[in-house]
């Protein structure tokens, strides 16, 4: 009842919208040209509704949320258009006009928190700063009211945090101090520019929850621009689909997932892996790449890429509107629309586990610890040293050609457990066994020969490869160091075919990194990686960085890359989907511990730990009618320090289930069925009673 009223109130408002955009264009001035960043763009907003703005990178969300704001770079300029907030074309109004709206009427939540507060600012400060210039408050005043905001927005020990820096908080809490900045005037509209690329599924579920929350109560418009598209599932009223600087669909978020009217709308929800849906078949995606904006085509400018692209759609195209408010930019949109065209896009067959469970391991872990000595309380004048147990009796096998998933939240250890297996850091305890051998501690000669077995995928391939090296040079830097590949002619051709393999061009080996794409330097990761022919890979958030079609394109390369090869696989990352999809198993880490491990599907169709199910329940999922029919239940708190580790279980502090005992005592890892592990002391009661549907 309550959701009707909350539709039918809002359907009230949208006679007269808070903010319309109307056919903004905006251009850039390079030294290689003039770049259409934003061409045509309309759309509105309305009070307390949620309106998503999604594409690839470079497609002209936040040149155009930039734009609103009156934050353009000096290169760019509006050549046309009209942007209204309540009447008010904010292009026409004065700078000082401009500066009191800003922050006071509009506010900005930018993408990294850290990069937007000041370093050398106390929090208090930057949260007083805009009551104090917009609202004239006195300091007693602004003080008061930013403690109230620190409350509304979920941050405890309000006092003490006001006097705190921005480096003494984690990234859910920096997240947190942004959204009170920009609440704290009380704005109208607040724009949010991948507001939680950078969180964990947890926080970004408490993150999220509260802005949808204040911006019902409160009437606060909301606009997001993000490319998680489960995100918009669960959040967004309506959604506006940008594509090399046009709009090319806008519509409620059930037309836009359930009923797409546009062939690339259709092909970023097929290539988007799914946490309801177990491994099947490989993820379509849409190949090729958006055009150059300084020279776009007079046409369709999806029609590269379209698989259904007819010789009309060379020709110019305005939105066409198919009644409701949902519009698309399509000639063959009536086909798609009556069901005459399906739209599909390349798939290749069904994924086949190619693991071999039976045979030796090929990698061992028993028992890793990896301990960490920082300085205590009192910083750099005192000489107290504590420890940080980043890594804590961690156990784990993995099997040839076996892919095995490590999850869990920021600080729970997992990329410290991939650089203690590539003994890029030294095991503080336990043992690591490659291929039966024990290389725990073997010295840097004896790791020379293990090193062309073991290779690495790093998250950011931008800051992983070498800017002064062409692509040809940085992948045949191990060939000529392991003189596997002496003649120079010989590894120039070995560039070319491992070019080839990973889905690259022979001659972008003359290029430089940033010469590339996102995508593009993410497969010269991998190049460079199988360049040694290793046998184990370990990925560390090989995707988390890239677009949806571009994830989905990275993702069935490694998978076709195992298939062909033979490879082996420990796969860490922080979303479930990506995971299910790509892993044989799933281990689940919490400070330091692994919690779970099972086989993929039983782990996420049958948890048995409170901190999986947790996870389970805060990650979204791009479906509207999924998540309008689910409870989901953001998980509280925020994961204890490493420093000072809760005794007994270490998740006790958040689960809604502890007992007395898991204070006091640490669960023992028992195998509850055919190899699923499970660390809690309510395990079996989870099993019988399923004791969690209620927590």
Same mark, same amino acid.
């Given at each position: 009842?309550?959701?009707?009223?909350?539709?039918?109130?809002?359907?009230?408002?949208?006679? &007269?919208?808070?903010?319309?955009?109307?056919?903004?264009?905006?251009?850039?001035?390079?030294?290689?040209?003039?770049?259409?960043?934003?061409?045509?763009?309309?759309?509105?907003?309305?009070?307390?509704? &949620?309106?998503?703005?999604?594409?690839?990178? #470079?497609?002209?969300?936040?040149?155009?949320?930039?734009?609103?704001?009156?934050?353009?770079? +000096?290169?760019?300029?509006?050549?046309?258009?009209?942007?209204?907030?309540?009447?008010?074309?904010?292009?026409?109004?004065?700078?000082?006009?401009?500066?009191?709206?800003?922050?006071?009427?509009?506010?900005?939540?930018?993408?990294?928190?850290?990069?937007?507060?000041?370093?050398?600012?106390?929090?208090? %400060?930057?949260? =007083?700063?805009?009551?104090?210039?917009?609202?004239?408050?006195?300091?007693?005043?602004?003080?008061?009211?930013?403690?109230?905001?620190?409350?509304?927005?979920?941050?405890?020990?309000?006092?003490?945090?006001?006097?705190?820096?921005?480096?003494?908080?984690?990234?859910?809490?920096?997240?947190?101090?942004?959204? !009170?900045?920009?609440?704290?005037?009380?704005?109208?509209?607040?724009?949010?520019?991948?507001?939680?690329?950078?969180?964990?599924?947890?926080?970004?579920?408490?993150?999220?929850?509260?802005?949808?929350?204040?911006?019902?109560?409160?009437?606060?418009?909301?606009?997001?621009?993000?490319?998680?598209?489960?995100?918009?599932?669960?959040?967004?009223?309506?959604?506006?689909? =940008?594509?090399?600087?046009?709009?090319?669909?806008?519509?409620?978020?059930?037309?836009?997932?359930?009923?797409?009217?546009?062939?690339?709308?259709?092909?970023? =929800?097929?290539?988007?892996?799914?946490?309801?849906?177990?491994?099947?078949?490989?993820?379509?995606?849409?190949?090729?790449?958006?055009?150059?904006?300084?020279?776009?085509?007079?046409?369709?400018?999806?029609?590269?890429?379209?698989?259904?692209?007819?010789?009309?759609?060379?020709?110019?195209?305005?939105?066409?509107?198919?009644?409701?408010?949902?519009?698309?930019?399509?000639?063959?949109?009536?086909?798609?629309?009556?069901?005459?065209?399906?739209?599909?896009?390349?798939?290749?067959?069904?994924?086949?586990?190619?693991?071999?469970?039976?045979?030796?391991?090929?990698?061992?872990?028993?028992?890793?610890?990896?301990?960490?000595?920082?300085?205590?309380?009192?910083?750099?004048?005192?000489?107290?040293?504590?420890?940080?147990?980043?890594?804590?009796?961690?156990?784990?096998?993995?099997?040839?050609?076996?892919?095995?998933?490590?999850?869990?939240?920021?600080?729970?250890?997992?990329?410290?457990?991939?650089?203690? &297996?590539?003994?890029?850091?030294? !095991?503080?305890?336990?043992?690591?066994?490659?291929?039966?051998?024990?290389?725990?501690?073997?010295?840097?000669?004896?790791?020379?020969?293990?090193?062309? +077995?073991?290779?690495?995928?790093?998250?950011?391939?931008?800051?992983?490869?070498?800017?002064?090296?062409?692509?040809?040079?940085?992948?045949?830097?191990?060939?000529?160091?392991?003189?596997?590949?002496?003649?120079?002619?010989?590894?120039? %051709?070995?560039?070319?075919?491992?070019?080839?393999?990973?889905?690259?061009?022979?001659?972008?080996?003359?290029?430089?990194?940033?010469?590339?794409? #996102?995508?593009?330097?993410?497969?010269? #990761?991998?190049?460079?990686?199988?360049?040694?022919?290793?046998?184990?890979?370990?990925?560390?958030?090989?995707?988390?960085?890239?677009?949806?079609?571009?994830?989905?394109?990275?993702?069935?390369?490694?998978?076709?890359?195992?298939?062909?090869?033979?490879?082996?696989?420990?796969?860490?990352?922080?979303?479930?989907?990506?995971?299910?999809?790509?892993?044989?198993?799933? !281990?689940?880490?919490?400070? #330091?511990?692994? =919690?779970?491990?099972?086989?993929?599907?039983?782990?996420?169709?049958?948890?048995?730990?409170?901190?999986?199910?947790?996870?389970?329940?805060?990650?979204?999922?791009?479906?509207?009618?999924?998540?309008?029919?689910?409870?989901?239940?953001?998980?509280?708190?925020?994961?204890?320090?490493?420093?000072?580790?809760?005794?007994?279980?270490?998740?006790?502090?958040?689960?809604?289930?502890?007992?007395?005992?898991?204070?006091?005592?640490?669960?023992?890892?028992?195998?509850?069925?055919?190899?699923?592990?499970?660390?809690?002391?309510?395990?079996?009661?989870?099993?019988?009673?399923?004791?969690?549907?209620?927590?």
């Amino acid at each position: 009842m309550e959701a009707k009223v909350q539709v039918q109130s809002r359907a009230a408002q949208t006679s &007269v919208p808070l903010l319309a955009v109307e056919d903004l264009h905006v251009r850039f001035e390079t030294s290689r040209g003039v770049v259409r960043a934003v061409e045509g763009v309309s759309y509105t907003v309305n009070r307390g509704e &949620v309106v998503a703005v999604v594409g690839e990178s #470079g497609c002209g969300k936040s040149v155009s949320a930039l734009t609103i704001m009156r934050l353009l770079a +000096k290169t760019g300029r509006v050549t046309r258009g009209r942007i209204m907030l309540e009447g008010r074309n904010l292009l026409e109004l004065s700078e000082d006009d401009m500066r009191a709206v800003r922050g006071h009427e509009i506010s900005m939540i930018f993408q990294e928190p850290m990069t937007s507060l000041n370093p050398v600012l106390s929090i208090g %400060a930057q949260i =007083m700063e805009p009551l104090l210039i917009h609202l004239k408050m006195t300091e007693e005043e602004a003080r008061g009211r930013a403690l109230e905001l620190m409350q509304q927005v979920g941050i405890t020990d309000g006092e003490r945090r006001l006097s705190q820096y921005p480096h003494q908080l984690s990234g859910g809490m920096r997240q947190r101090v942004m959204i !009170a900045i920009g609440l704290a005037c009380k704005p109208k509209l607040i724009i949010a520019d991948e507001p939680t690329t950078a969180l964990d599924v947890t926080i970004q579920a408490q993150i999220l929850e509260l802005m949808k929350n204040l911006s019902r109560e409160l009437g606060i418009a909301l606009v997001i621009i993000t490319h998680n598209l489960g995100i918009v599932a669960r959040y967004a009223d309506r959604v506006n689909v =940008m594509y090399a600087a046009n709009i090319i669909e806008k519509g409620s978020a059930d037309d836009i997932f359930l009923q797409p009217a546009h062939p690339y709308t259709n092909g970023l =929800m097929r290539s988007v892996p799914r946490l309801d849906e177990p491994r099947g078949t490989k993820l379509q995606t849409i190949e090729g790449l958006p055009p150059d904006l300084r020279m776009p085509p007079e046409g369709c400018r999806f029609a590269a890429r379209c698989p259904h692209k007819l010789e009309k759609c060379l020709k110019p195209i305005e939105l066409i509107d198919l009644g409701k408010g949902h519009e698309a930019r399509c000639h063959r949109v009536d086909e798609i629309m009556s069901g005459a065209l399906k739209v599909e896009f390349p798939s290749g067959p069904p994924v086949t586990s190619q693991a071999h469970i039976g045979d030796k391991p090929i990698l061992e872990v028993a028992n890793l610890r990896k301990y960490f000595g920082v300085k205590a309380a009192g910083g750099i004048f005192s000489n107290e040293m504590a420890t940080v147990r980043a890594v804590d009796d961690v156990s784990f096998a993995i099997a040839p050609g076996e892919t095995l998933g490590l999850v869990g939240e920021s600080g729970c250890g997992k990329t410290t457990v991939g650089r203690v &297996v590539l003994r890029l850091d030294e !095991a503080t305890g336990g043992s690591i066994k490659f291929s039966g051998t024990d290389v725990t501690h073997h010295s840097g000669r004896e790791m020379r020969g293990v090193r062309r +077995k073991i290779q690495v995928i790093f998250q950011d391939p931008y800051s992983s490869l070498n800017p002064r090296m062409t692509i040809g040079e940085i992948i045949a830097e191990p060939l000529k160091v392991y003189g596997i590949v002496p003649e120079k002619k010989a590894r120039a %051709a070995r560039v070319g075919e491992l070019l080839t393999q990973v889905g690259l061009f022979p001659y972008m080996a003359e290029r430089y990194p940033h010469e590339l794409s #996102g995508g593009q330097r993410q497969r010269v #990761g991998i190049a460079r990686a199988l360049a040694l022919e290793p046998e184990l890979i370990v990925c560390d958030e090989p995707v988390s960085a890239l677009d949806v079609s571009i994830q989905g394109q990275v993702i069935n390369l490694l998978e076709d890359l195992q298939t062909r090869l033979g490879l082996t696989f420990l796969f860490i990352a922080h979303d479930l989907a990506v995971v299910r999809h790509i892993s044989d198993r799933v !281990a689940v880490m919490y400070l #330091g511990r692994i =919690m779970e491990l099972a086989d993929r599907d039983e782990i996420y169709e049958r948890p048995l730990h409170p901190y999986t199910k947790a996870l389970l329940d805060a990650a979204p999922i791009p479906d509207p009618r999924i998540e309008r029919a689910r409870a989901p239940r953001a998980l509280r708190g925020e994961i204890p320090s490493p420093l000072t580790p809760p005794s007994g279980c270490v998740f006790h502090t958040r689960c809604p289930i502890a007992l007395d005992v898991c204070k006091q005592k640490v669960p023992e890892t028992r195998d509850m069925s055919k190899g699923h592990l499970v660390a809690c002391h309510r395990a079996e009661e989870i099993q019988r009673s399923e004791v969690l549907q209620g927590a």
